[in-house]
Structure formats: structure tokens, C-alpha cells
């Protein structure tokens, strides 16, 4: 599917693609490239395999006008990346970034396997609960409207509550647990316990 051509690993039961493809035409020319999952991505992290760009992410959630760059703390950003075009549930829309060779990894919400979405904080360490509709084994957080990090929790680290041991993904220093960053990860779904910036 598409107009360029990809090589595609797809699982759409469990609703996740991994996609490769090469972007041409240069930077103001849209293409598209099939992901094979057979339902609209929620989430798309993207990236230039020569590494001359960053880790974009597309969220449902903030549209098609918007990123999120993976490697950094920044803000969400208004962007070219995506063309303003929402994916389809056969294809992806890429047109800002150089001609080239990248990958991408899509993820579709699939019910009581996989959710993605967004949350209110409260800035309390008795913080929102969030449904997911079963219990998560791994979670990522990034506050999108200002600079914070993000930040990774999963049940094979921290098999109990509450889940301490954070990874982010933008930094290179190993493993925290602070207080400050808690969750409980519940039967369905996980509660913030710490009143962190992220």
C-alpha cells in the first residue's frame, strides 16, 4: 500500500508493525507507506536509519499538526512531518525530512491487550487513575504541553506497587527510583503516585 514501496513485519492481532521504507522527492514532497495493520496507528515512532534526524512520534491523541521527538524532553511541536494527513487504516503520510532510508514501528490500541491515550496530571502524589481496561506490563509517560522527560515502567522490573524503577528514553544515565515518579500498576489500568514534571 502506498506510493513508496516498504518492507513490512506486521502483527495486527496484537496490533503493532514494524515498517521500513525510503522517504523520496525530497523534503516538500509527501509520500505514503503502508503499515500493514489493517486499522488506523494510534502511535508511529519514526526514524531516519542513517540517524542525521531525530525520533519522531506521532499521537493520535495530539493529531497530525504535531510531534513528539523521542530522544528529547522538549514540548510537543507543530510539524511538516506527518503532512497534516491522519494515517489511514492502510497507510501513513511522511513529507518533512530528507529523502532516505527509515524506519517505523505502529501501534494500534487493540482491547485488553494495548491503550494509548492521554491524562490529566493534578500535580499530587495521589495523582489520576488511568483505565487501560487490563493490567499493563509496560507504561510510558511523557507530558506533551512542556519540557519534561519521559519516562518507562514495567512489571518485569518492578513486579509490585508500588513501581519505582523508572527508564527514560531521551536521557543516557541508567535507572531511577524516586519517589517523586511512582505509579501503582492496578488490574486495569495504573494511578500516578508522585507529583513529578513528567
Same mark, same amino acid.
Given at each position: #500500500?502506498?506510493?513508496?514501496t ?9 496490533g503493532?508493525?514494524?515498517v521500513?521504507?525510503?522517504?523520496? *522527492?525530497?523534503a ?23 540517524? $542525521? /534526524?531525530d525520533?519522531y512520534?506521532?499521537? /493520535?491523541?495530539?493529531? $497530525?499538526?504535531y510531534?513528539i ?8 511541536t ?7 494527513? /491522519?494515517?489511514t487504516?492502510?497507510?501513513f503520510?511522511?513529507? $518533512?525530512?530528507?529523502?532516505? #532510508?527509515?524506519?517505523?514501528y ?8 494495548? $491503550?494509548?491515550?492521554?491524562?490529566r ?24 504541553n512542556?519540557?519534561?522527560?519521559? *519516562? ?14 523508572a ?5 543516557s544515565?541508567s /535507572?531511577?527510583?524516586g ?9 486495569n ?6 507529583n513529578?514534571?513528567?
Amino acid at each position: #500500500d502506498g506510493s513508496n514501496t516498504t518492507t513490512v513485519s506486521a502483527s495486527p492481532d496484537s496490533g503493532f508493525s514494524i515498517v521500513f521504507g525510503t522517504k523520496t *522527492n525530497g523534503a516538500s514532497v509527501a509520500n505514503t507507506f503502508g503499515h500493514g495493520l489493517g486499522k488506523k496507528p494510534q502511535v508511529i515512532i519514526q526514524k531516519r536509519q542513517d540517524g $542525521s /534526524e531525530d525520533w519522531y512520534t506521532y499521537w /493520535e491523541t495530539l493529531s $497530525s499538526l504535531y510531534r513528539i521527538q523521542l530522544n528529547s524532553s522538549s514540548a510537543y511541536t507543530s510539524t511538516n512531518v506527518w503532512h497534516d494527513v /491522519e494515517p489511514t487504516n492502510s497507510v501513513f503520510t511522511i513529507r $518533512s525530512f530528507n529523502d532516505g #532510508d527509515f524506519i517505523a514501528y505502529c501501534f494500534t490500541q487493540i482491547d485488553g491487550f494495548s $491503550s494509548m491515550g492521554q491524562y490529566r496530571g493534578n500535580g499530587s502524589d495521589n495523582g489520576p487513575f488511568v483505565y487501560t481496561g487490563f493490567r499493563p506490563a509496560f507504561v510510558m509517560l511523557k507530558k506533551y504541553n512542556g519540557t519534561a522527560d519521559w *519516562n518507562i515502567r514495567d512489571t518485569a522490573r518492578s513486579p509490585y506497587n508500588v513501581v519505582g524503577r523508572a527508564l527514560y528514553p531521551n536521557l543516557s544515565f541508567s /535507572e531511577y527510583s524516586g519517589s517523586e515518579t511512582y505509579i501503582d500498576i492496578l488490574s486495569n489500568g495504573f494511578r500516578l503516585r508522585g507529583n513529578w514534571n513528567s
